[in-house]
Structures are given as C-alpha cells and as structure tokens.
C-alpha cells in the first residue's frame, strides 16, 4: 500500500495562512501525502510582507532531486519563485525528473501588495518555466503581466489567455476574483493540439470576510491534490474551487491577526488515502 503523494514547491509564510504551509495544509486537508521544497523564507503577517530571504539555488535543486528519488512524484505545484537563480534550480531539477503534472502558480504580488517575484526574474520564468507547466492559474493582475494587457471583463480573460497560451502551455485557469460583482468566476481554458479551445467556468458567490490571505495558494494546492487522486482536469478544478469556497466561509467569521486572515483548511479534513499503485 501507498499514499497518494504530490510535491509543493514554494516559499515559506512564517504567519501560516499561505506559501508552504497553506499548501501543506490543503494537501493534507484533503488526504494527500505532502512533500515540499522551500524556495524562500519570507517574514510576514497578516498585515503584509516584510522582507524576503531566498534558498540557496543549489538547496532547492537537491531538495526536488532527494524527494523526486524516493517518492515517485508525479504531481507537483510551483507556487513563490523568488528570483533567477531559484528557477534555474528547479528547471535544472525536472531534467534530471521529469514530472508530468505541474501546477505552476505565477505567484508575482502578495495580497497586500508586496512583490514575490524579482522583475529580471519574469523572463526566465516565462521562457523556460511555463512550458513546463500543465496548469496555469493566474489571477487578474498576474494574468495582465503574463499577456502583456488589461483585464476588464470576460472578453479580455479570453483574449488573455490566447496570449499566454502562445508562451506553451496548454491549460490555462484565469482566476476572476479580482472582477467586481456578487460572484467570482474563475474560467478553465484548455488548448487543444487541433487548434481549438475548450471552456469550462467555474462560478461561486462572493463571501463578505477579509479572511482570504493564501486562497490562491491553497487553490492551486488542491487541484494538485484533486489531480493526484485521479480527478480529469475540468473535474479536478471544479472541486477545488468549491473546496476554497467553503474553506472561505468556514473562516470568514474567525480572527488570525490584524489583517488579511486565512482560511480555514479543515473544516472538513479527509485521512490520508492510500493506493496500491506508487
């Protein structure tokens, strides 16, 4: 018997609410096995991000390398790259693994504002990066750099993501939070080798809390985990979305801090699930 495992590659929120630890937390949450790397340690609260302290690249690297050698790692979320070096690490890691689903989530700015990603470090994450992802789930302001225009409305997420579909990658998840309105739409766009596109959004109801520091980390952890338990893509994001939904509203009442607090990864935690297969 095995567990079912994935692998989070991303920098450390010593506050708890995101980073490594929402992503270990929504994995675990939902009875997947979590690896991790940490690609940064950063020192922040609720209230914003301090500073930033990269890992070594070559720590990074052997981090990947020694969890992809023991624990057959086929499903992984890259969330905080911090700068040029940390990339390179990890492209040079998945030569040496390879691993077929990747989640890539463009972690560029914080909630409050603070910025997670060196500038000179966008180029290399677009040209090598990228490509390598199956997923990749931008926000409003992140799918905005990565396309190069502005996002007003849904004519503009399409427009968009045909854009960042031309820097190689074939699944695409515009997150629409950022849009007013009573409901969040998040909208799936998969590429097809024929040309065409597929649609699928995904729409939940807008909840009044100011608890939502790390939600785009934990969504991108749980279609991870959703894909690690066998979930089709469309299926995969469907339920995370409704997993951070409710994971949102069973946090939205209770105080973490004096700012932006998470949310609650728990409500409903599942055991660990296991497999015969590794």
């Not at 000179?120 to 190069?148: H, M, R, S």
């Not at 004519?155 to 409901?183: F, T």
């Not at 951070?244 to 728990?266: L, R």
């Amino acid at each position: 018997m095995f567990y079912i495992t994935s692998l989070t590659i991303a920098g450390s929120d010593c506050s708890g609410g995101a980073g490594i630890q929402a992503d270990i937390k929504t994995m675990s949450a939902l009875g997947v096995y979590a690896a991790s790397a940490i690609t940064a340690v950063t020192v922040q609260n609720t209230q914003g991000v301090q500073s930033v302290f990269a890992v070594d690249a070559e720590t990074v690297r052997n981090q990947i390398l020694a969890v992809c050698q023991d624990l057959n790692i086929k499903y992984a979320k890259v969330g905080m790259v911090y700068d040029k070096s940390t990339i390179q690490a990890i492209l040079d890691a998945l030569e040496v693994y390879s691993i077929p689903y990747i989640v890539v989530d463009p972690v560029m700015v914080a909630t409050s504002g603070d910025r997670l990603m060196q500038e000179d470090a966008l180029a290399l994450f677009v040209k090598e990066l990228v490509p390598k992802a199956y997923l990749l789930t931008p926000n409003i302001p992140e799918a905005e750099i990565l396309a190069g225009m502005p996002i007003h409305n849904a004519q503009d997420i399409r427009k968009a993501a045909k854009k960042i579909a031309a820097l190689h990658c074939p699944n695409i998840l515009i997150k629409g939070g950022h849009l007013e309105g009573n409901e969040k739409t998040d909208v799936l766009f998969s590429f097809l080798d024929d040309g065409r596109c597929q649609e699928h959004a995904f729409k939940t109801s807008n909840v009044e809390t100011k608890n939502t520091h790390g939600t785009g980390c934990t969504l991108s952890s749980a279609i991870t985990s959703y894909l690690a338990r066998g979930n089709e893509l469309p299926q995969a994001v469907e339920q995370a979305c409704h997993y951070v939904h409710q994971a949102i509203e069973a946090g939205s009442h209770v105080s973490i801090g004096h700012g932006h607090g998470p949310v609650d990864h728990f409500f409903e935690p599942h055991t660990l699930i296991k497999t015969f297969k590794p």
